[in-house]
């Protein structure tokens, strides 16, 4: 059977885009900015980005088209049987994130069609509180929305690579611009917006600390999706002729221009309203929707503001949704719709405990987090680190001249800083991953 390939170049680099950009750009990077020190955290976090980042995602991507197959194939065939035991936990990884990110994506739709209804009209900051509360621990409601979230996800997944991730790519990936972008002059043009705007670029270097530079490192890794095996999984995709470095800078770019322009959405107006910029989840679902029912024309404010969170959140999951596809139907011969909608269905279910904990399954913990918690937990601190790490070392050592012909397009692409990326790939990058790792375990 003939390898579905990318119709065109940006195509691939928006999917991939998409992949790397998700709600942890419009929520999260926004959020440790307030929490870790503005300016000075954005500085340390744009160094990490561009040299640990870019060096891990060229090397995703380099297997994946080196190998032509999914994330299991491509470490069997890159570096030998006993280096799949890590492509088969990216895929694993994938599995158990899009399950419970499922559940946060179908808040943003349970979020939309109560905008859209005029359920939130007349709300106040109180009343979104409660409102939040009352959806996340419903035993039906966001379950309901959960799946409708994963059968969107479905839908296009099933339409293949060219005619389904990569044409939905290509329409929601310029609507999140062109709705970040709206959203941004709002935010800007708001009384006292400039506060938030000084705190976001100008650093403080007093906030420099181990911690600072952890959660700096682990946001530029993981905000790219990497360790996950959805950039090996893409780039089994990209044709020959491309140019793998200058693909993965595009991509690195973009997602950092998401999660800047982010950071100009939210921080200017938690500034304007006085609220707390680091004010986690609650941010998002609670505090941003209080500060737009305050505006003129507010409900619009918050339902572009919601399409965009939901833009982020499906872009993000089909990448994850594709992985384990990929992954069944070449491993167990099956055809792309049944794998579609049965791997769909699976997770769907697996997603439920994740959703229930939050609600009549919370008082069961597990080292004193409930299930939500627990995946979160063991697969953002030791299955992506440790998938990154794994690519790292079969591309700097393992199988290096085999990436290189990758990467250099057998040659005919020079590659201007090889020998930086190899030792990033064989030292720097390994050892910061596992820094980033231990951090989160022992507090080193």
């Given at each position: 059977m003939q390898r579905e390939h990318w119709g065109s170049r940006i195509g691939f680099i928006l999917a991939a885009a998409g992949s790397a950009v998700g709600l942890g750009n419009i929520w999260k990077f926004p959020y440790l900015v307030g929490a870790e020190g503005g300016g000075a955290f954005l500085v340390v976090y744009v160094a990490f980005l561009i040299a640990i980042g870019v060096c891990v995602m060229i090397a995703e991507i380099a297997l994946g088209r080196q190998a032509q197959s999914n994330p299991f194939g491509a470490f069997k065939r890159a570096a030998g049987g006993g280096w799949s035991i890590f492509g088969l936990l990216?895929?694993?990884?994938?599995?158990?994130?899009?399950?419970?990110?499922?559940?946060?994506?179908?808040?943003?739709?349970?979020?939309?069609?109560?905008?859209?209804?005029?359920?939130?009209?007349?709300?106040?900051?109180?009343?979104?509180?409660?409102?939040?509360?009352?959806?996340?621990?419903?035993?039906?409601?966001?379950?309901?929305?959960?799946?409708?979230?994963?059968?969107?996800?479905?839908?296009?997944?099933?339409?293949?690579?060219?005619?389904?991730?990569?044409?939905?790519?290509?329409?929601?990936?310029?609507?999140?611009?062109?709705?970040?972008?709206?959203?941004?002059?709002?935010?800007?043009?708001l009384p006292g917006a400039m506060a938030g705007v000084k705190y976001f670029l100008v650093p403080d270097w007093s906030h420099l600390d181990a911690d600072m530079v952890s959660a700096a490192l682990g946001q530029a890794f993981f905000t790219l999706s990497l360790g996950m095996g959805a950039l090996i999984t893409y780039g089994s995709y990209l044709g020959k002729k491309e140019s793998i470095p200058n693909a993965a800078m595009w991509v690195v770019g973009l997602d950092l221009l998401v999660a800047v322009l982010a950071g100009f959405l939210i921080l200017p107006a938690v500034f304007a309203f006085n609220m707390d910029p680091a004010a986690g989840p609650g941010l998002t679902f609670i505090t941003l929707p209080a500060i737009f029912a305050e505006l003129p024309f507010g409900m619009f404010i918050q339902l572009c503001f919601f399409v965009l969170l939901f833009v982020a959140a499906i872009t993000s999951a089909i990448s994850l949704l594709q992985v384990v596809v990929a992954f069944v139907c070449e491993e167990f011969n099956v055809g792309r719709k049944s794998a579609t909608i049965w791997v769909g269905l699976v997770t769907f279910l697996f997603?439920?405990?994740?959703?229930?904990?939050?609600?009549?399954?919370?008082?069961?913990?597990?080292?004193?987090?409930?299930?939500?918690?627990?995946?979160?937990?063991?697969?953002?601190?030791?299955?992506?680190?440790?998938?990154?790490?794994a690519t790292c070392l079969v591309a700097g050592w393992v199988s290096y001249d085999k990436f290189v012909n990758e990467i250099t397009n057998e040659g005919e692409r020079p590659f201007t800083y090889l020998t930086a990326w190899k030792w990033m790939c064989r030292v720097v990058a390994p050892i910061a991953i596992i820094y980033v790792m231990l951090h989160a375990t022992f507090d080193v």
């Open positions: 990216a895929v694993l990884t994938a599995f158990l994130i899009l399950s419970f990110y499922s559940v946060v994506g179908g808040w943003t739709v349970a979020y939309i069609v109560k905008t859209v209804s005029g359920g939130f009209s007349g709300y106040t900051g109180a009343e979104f509180e409660k409102q939040f509360g009352a959806l996340v621990s419903s035993a039906i409601e966001p379950i309901v929305y959960h799946g409708a979230f994963m059968a969107i996800g479905v839908l296009i997944v099933i339409r293949g690579i060219s005619g389904g991730i990569e044409k939905a790519s290509k329409i929601m990936m310029p609507l999140l611009f062109i709705l970040l972008a709206l959203l941004v002059v709002r935010s800007l043009t997603g439920v405990p994740s959703s229930l904990a939050l609600g009549i399954w919370g008082e069961f913990t597990l080292f004193g987090m409930n299930f939500f918690e627990l995946l979160g937990f063991i697969t953002d601190n030791y299955f992506l680190p440790l998938g990154g790490v």
